[in-house]
C-alpha cells in the first residue's frame, strides 16, 4: 500500500496525514527509539488495532532539502519490516 500514491487515494482515499502523526524520539548511549502514534482515520475502513502486524518503512530526508537531496532509510532502500502494534 502507497499512502502517497495519487492511483491508490483516488480509490481509497488517504490513510495517513503526517500532521496528526505524534513522534517520540529517544536516544541513550547508542540505542535510538522511534515512539509513533497514528490515530485511526473514520473515513477509511484500515483500522490500527493491538497486536495487528503492519510492515512499515522509515526513510529520513535532510531538513535543508533545498540545499540538500540527502536521505537514508532504515534497511534497505525497498525493504519494510513487520511490527506489531501496541
Do not use: C
Not at 10 to 36: C, H, P, Q, V
Not at 74 to 82: D, G, K, L, M, R
Amino acid at each position: 500500500m502507497w499512502d502517497d500514491d495519487p492511483q491508490y487515494n483516488s480509490k481509497f482515499g488517504k490513510i495517513l496525514f503526517e500532521s496528526s502523526l505524534i513522534l517520540e524520539t529517544e536516544i541513550s548511549e547508542d540505542k535510538y527509539r522511534i515512539k509513533i502514534k497514528i490515530p485511526n482515520n473514520d473515513h477509511v475502513s484500515f483500522k490500527l488495532v493491538k497486536d495487528k502486524k503492519i510492515n512499515m518503512r522509515i526513510s529520513f530526508t535532510s531538513p535543508e532539502l533545498e540545499i540538500s537531496n540527502a536521505w537514508a532509510t532504515v534497511y534497505e532502500q525497498y525493504e519494510f519490516f513487520e511490527v506489531i502494534l501496541k
